[in-house]
T-cell receptor, first 108, second 111 residues
Framework: GIQVEQSPPDLILQEGANSTLRCNFSDSVNNLQWFHQNPWGQLINLFYIPSGTKQNGRLSATTVATERYSLLYISSSQTTDSGVYFCAVDASNYQLIWGAGTKLIIKP | NAGVTQTPKFRILKIGQSMTLQCTQDMNHNYMYWYRQDPGMGLKLIYYSVGAGITDKGEVPNGYNVSRSTTEDFPLRLELAAPSQTSVYFC??????????FGSGTRLTVV
């Protein structure tokens, strides 16, 4: 089956720093999503991005489907950005295949 | 537009009790899902539905049942609760255009 790998597994930054999170996937996928799970456990849909680039405020994402990777950029980090960032790919059988996540801690 | 609504948010069950976790979406999505997330782990698919009247098992269906009588509602039934079912449960719906939307979760403890 499809494998999804995220890096780095952990990231600790000072407030105001920029970061790049990476998601590699092993086969062609229908779609890719980035989620943020905040410290209270809520799962927030950040981007639905099978290919190309999207931006939403301080966050942007790029997926290069032909090379099987996606990048999530966070600029000018804030403490509220802390949490776990998941990449998930949509396989052909109605199931999301999840990466293990990147745990991000933003220090004030 | 409320998205995906789950109730209750928290629940404590005794071993052997039963309960139903409710999930409702108002986005007219055909696809709906139930996931569980154990502490420090990713999400595992319990059951999914591709439309009213159609359900299928996911990765970890044992101990659970679902029904889908309407497009909006997708309840998850736990029969004979066991400590191994202590987890956070997420309901989600999806569409081809907008991807997946998750509910806020139900934190269940079985004691």
């Amino acid at each position: 089956g499809i494998q999804v790998e995220q890096s780095p597994p952990d990231l600790i930054l000072q407030e105001g720093a920029n970061s790049t999170l990476r998601c590699n996937f092993s086969d062609s996928v229908n779609n890719l999503q980035w989620f943020h799970q905040n410290p209270w456990g809520q799962l927030i849909n950040l981007f639905y991005i099978p290919s190309g680039t999207k931006q939403n405020g301080r966050l942007s994402a790029t997926t290069v489907a032909t090379e099987r990777y996606s990048l999530l950029y966070i600029s000018s980090s804030q403490t509220t950005d802390s949490g776990v960032y998941f990449c998930a790919v949509d396989a052909s059988n109605y199931q999301l295949i999840w990466g293990a996540g990147t745990k991000l801690i933003i220090k004030p | 537009n409320a998205g995906v609504t789950q109730t209750p948010k928290f629940r404590i069950l005794k071993i052997g009790q039963s309960m139903t976790l409710q999930c409702t979406q108002d986005m007219n999505h055909n696809y709906m899902y139930w996931y569980r997330q154990d502490p420090g782990m990713g999400l595992k698919l319990i059951y999914y539905s591709v439309g009213a009247g159609i359900t299928d098992k996911g990765e970890v269906p044992n101990g659970y049942n679902v029904s889908r009588s309407t497009t909006e509602d997708f309840p998850l039934r736990l029969e004979l609760a066991a400590p191994s079912q202590t987890s956070v449960y997420f309901c989600a719906s999806s569409s081809p255009d907008y991807g997946y939307t998750f509910g806020s979760g139900t934190r269940l403890t079985v004691v």
